[in-house]
């Protein structure tokens, strides 16, 4: 009877511990992340430092910014997914990735006020892009004349409580060149 009441008790909690291990794991809350590339070549500027306090205050959510190249001419893709916004100005682009991550992609200091100037649209709203593919085509000639300041932010806008921060891989002050490396990701715990 004593081994007998032994083994229950071993079956109890062997069984009470695998279900507890399933059942943990079921719980358990998933990483997930996704890899940016830079927009453009330029210099990665910290979001706390760019000119407007709207981006700087992260009003509008997380991210970074890009100082661009003088020579940069194309806002690339900084990842595959839709484009959800494209306004008639061109300044900006929404994109919303297949896990439902929002992504701003604001090209300029105040350029809504050139209403399209200087922008020309490689894509439409509702197509899919992949990583890298050009968002939209900068005329440097116009820009130039109107002194835009052309600091290119990438911003995360979708917050919610799973939020983390962004891990880079490059340092803020780096030069980073467009598609030729990842340049950080953002994790999220689901």
């Given at each position: 009877?004593k081994y007998f009441v032994c083994f ?139 002194k835009a300041d052309l600091t290119t ?38």
């Amino acid at each position: 009877m004593k081994y007998f009441v032994c083994f229950l008790i071993s079956s109890v909690l062997k069984s009470f511990l695998f279900w507890r291990k399933i059942l943990f794991k079921f719980l358990k809350k998933k990483k997930r992340e996704f890899k940016i590339t830079a927009p453009a070549s330029g210099t990665l500027i910290n979001l706390c430092d760019v000119p407007d306090p709207v981006f700087s205050q992260k009003l509008m959510g997380d991210g970074f910014a890009v100082k661009l190249n003088k020579d940069e001419e194309i806002i690339h893709a900084p990842i595959e997914a839709k484009v959800v916004s494209l306004p008639e100005s061109k300044h900006a682009v929404g994109l919303v990735t297949a896990d439902g991550d929002e992504i701003l992609l604001h090209i300029g200091i105040d350029t809504v006020n050139l209403k399209g100037q200087g922008f020309t649209a490689k894509v439409r709203q509702g197509d899919k892009v992949k990583q890298g593919q050009a968002l939209i085509r900068l005329d440097r000639d116009i820009l130039a004349k109107e002194k835009a300041d052309l600091t290119t932010m990438v911003i995360l806008t979708k917050l919610d409580s799973n939020h983390q921060n962004w891990d880079f891989v490059k340092e803020f002050g780096d030069q980073i060149t467009e598609q030729d490396e990842e340049l950080g990701n953002n994790i999220y715990v689901i």
